[in-house]
Each structure stands twice: as structure tokens, then as C-alpha cells.
């Protein structure tokens, strides 16, 4: 599978080569913040799968062991993080992808214990009150 992405301005593009691992919806407090309050909707794949073919993203990560965030310096789109606690995944941001219809809604829900009113969780999705073994 062949999937292409990038920011709103364009000034960074990636394409993923290999299979998508994972759908999810991330409510943590973190991903709230970064998404403006709805919840991280993020594919999850092998980070060998994925490279920029335009541009090189700004990084950031809040401490030594957090996920560093990759987004466009000129825009400030969001396109993906990388997890030192899981280096050789990466996750994308759905709304990066050009077609986001391939996403077709998450199959698990993460940090359901930060979730608000508002948040909608799919019936149909496999619910975490954090993340899987913790």
C-alpha cells in the first residue's frame, strides 16, 4: 500500500510504503492540546514505511522520553510523532494523509480516562482507560 500526506502549505510531503498497523483516537491531554481539544486520530505503521519527499519537518519533544512531534516550521501542521519507548513505529496524523477516507474511523481508543463530554468514542472501537499495559 502507498499512502502521500503532507501539511496544509505543502512545504513538507511524505509517502508511506507498507501496511497501516494501527487506527486509533488518542484522548490524552496532549493530544488534546496539539489537536485544539478533539482527540489525536493517528495511523500507526513501521517508521522504515515513511519518508518525506519534500521538506524537513520541525521537531519538538517536552522531555528526553516523550514523543518527538514532527510538523511543518511554515504552517504548523502536525504530521507525526516517534516514541522512543517504540523506535522503530511511527504514528501519522489522519488528517495529513491526502485521502483520509483510508482511515475508516480507529479501532482502538487510548486515554479514555481523559476524555471529555464531547468526545465521541465509536462503539465499535476497543476501548483503553490509558494505554495497553499500563
Not at 499512502?3 to 494501527?22: N, S, Y
Not at 514523543?67 to 501519522?92: M, N, W, Y
Request: charged content about 25%; glycine content about 10%; proline content about 6%.
Amino acid at each position: 500500500m502507498t499512502l502521500t500526506g503532507g501539511c496544509h502549505c505543502e512545504a513538507l510531503r511524505f509517502e508511506i510504503k507498507g501496511d497501516v498497523r494501527m487506527r486509533a483516537l488518542c484522548l490524552c491531554r496532549t493530544c488534546q492540546k496539539i489537536s485544539g481539544g478533539a482527540g489525536n486520530l493517528f495511523i500507526g505503521l513501521m517508521a522504515d514505511d515513511f519518508r518525506y519527499t519534500r521538506g524537513e519537518p520541525r521537531r519538538f519533544a517536552k522531555t528526553a522520553d516523550a514523543p518527538t512531534r514532527e510538523f511543518c516550521s511554515e504552517c504548523g501542521v502536525h504530521v507525526a510523532s516517534r516514541s522512543p519507548k517504540a523506535p522503530a513505529g511511527l504514528i501519522v496524523k489522519v488528517g495529513a494523509l491526502d485521502d483520509p477516507a483510508v482511515f475508516e474511523g480507529p479501532q482502538m481508543v487510548f486515554w479514555a480516562e481523559e476524555k471529555h463530554g464531547f468526545h465521541l468514542v465509536p462503539d465499535n472501537a476497543k476501548v483503553f482507560a490509558r494505554l495497553p499495559g499500563r
